[in-house]
T-cell receptor
Framework: GENVEQHPSTLSVQEGDSAVIKCTYS??????FPWYKQELGKGPQLIID?????GEKKDQRIAVTLNKTAKHFSLHITETQPEDSAVYFC???????????FGQGTRLTINP | DAGITQSPRHKVTETGTPVTLRCHQT?????MYWYRQDPGHGLRLIHY???????DKGEVSDGYSVSRSKTEDFLLTLESATSSQTSVYFC???????????FGSGTRLTVV
């Protein structure tokens, strides 16, 4: 089955700097790659996603890039703010499987 | 989160006792999921359902069973709780056909 590896497990950046979180997946049949943000005491929330027919997608300060050949995708957060502090999860889904496999999570801390 | 509630939010139980967690949705979505979240492991799929009485196993299904007798309710049962099942449990629904999940707020289960 699909396996998703996420790095780093913790990341600390200065406010205003950029943060990058990386994931690799194992199954070349995967075609959907979401990113979720989990704030303390809450369930994860979808913040951005990308499909395998697109190489990059942006939404204000966040962007996701996908390299299908290398089977990895990344989350980029620019101009980080204190409210970006959270745990972030990447995921991968195989077409038709109707279920997501998640990475191990990254705890992002934004230092003022 | 809108349309999905989990109960209870917190539970402490003794080893060997049965425990049932409930997930309720108000939006009539077909797919529902149970994940557990543990440090270093991210979110791991326990079981999922693709319709009333239609369920399937995830990657960590041992020791768990599920039932879905109505579209809106998806129950997770630990037949005989063990300390290794101490975790935070999240229910999720697949909204629309995009693989995007909406998560509940979670149930923190402690087995002593």
């Amino acid at each position: 089955g699909e396996n998703v590896e996420q790095h780093p497990s913790t990341l600390s950046v200065q406010e205003g700097d950029s943060a990058v979180i990386k994931c690799t997946y194992s199954d070349s049949a995967s075609n959907y790659f979401p990113w979720y943000k989990q704030e303390l005491g809450k369930g994860p929330q979808l913040i951005i996603d990308i499909r395998s027919n697109v190489g990059e997608k942006k939404d204000q300060r966040i962007a996701v890039t996908l390299n299908k050949t290398a089977k990895h995708f990344s989350l980029h957060i620019t101009e980080t703010q204190p409210e970006d502090s959270a745990v972030y999860f990447c995921g991968a889904a195989i077409q038709g499987a109707q279920k997501l496999v998640f990475g191990q999570g990254t705890r992002l801390t934004i230092n003022p | 989160d809108a349309g999905i509630t989990q109960s209870p939010r917190h539970k402490v139980t003794e080893t060997g006792t049965p425990v049932t967690l409930r997930c309720h949705q108000t939006e009539n979505h077909r797919y529902m999921y149970w994940y557990r979240q543990d440090p270093g492991h991210g979110l791991r799929l326990i079981h999922y359902s693709y319709g009333v009485k239609d369920t399937d196993k995830g990657e960590v299904s041992d020791g768990y069973s599920v039932s879905r007798s109505k579209t809106e309710d998806f129950l997770l049962t630990l037949e005989s709780a063990t300390s290794s099942q101490t975790s935070v449990y999240f229910c999720a629904i697949m909204t629309g056909g995009s693989y995007g999940y909406t998560f509940g707020s979670g149930t923190r289960l402690t087995v002593v």
